[in-house]
């Protein structure tokens, strides 16, 4: 297990700050405690930063659509940096 920082969470995907190397269409499994409880999903590395990257969720389960439909529900609106 990789530990990492979430950044931005969407319906389709997030944005980690991990320590360790992925390549750009590597599949992961992630497991991310959420507001409403932990998430357990798949997902494939979109595209990376340094040591940002951008995951989208692969094959979820309804239960888990509602896990981050609801967390995203619950959350403030990412307008960028603030400077």
């Known amino acids: 297990m990789i530990p990492g920082i979430a950044l931005e969470i969407s319906e389709s995907g997030i944005s980690l700050i991990l320590p360790e190397q992925l ?17 357990r999903a798949t997902a494939v590395v979109r595209n990376k930063t340094m040591f940002r990257y951008g995951f989208e969720f692969e094959f979820l389960t309804t239960a888990q659509q509602q896990l981050i439909k609801s967390t995203c529900a619950s959350l403030p609106i990412y307008t960028g940096p603030e400077y």
């Open 23 to 39: 390549s750009s269409g590597e599949t992961v499994e992630l497991l991310i405690q959420l507001p409403g409880g932990q998430l």
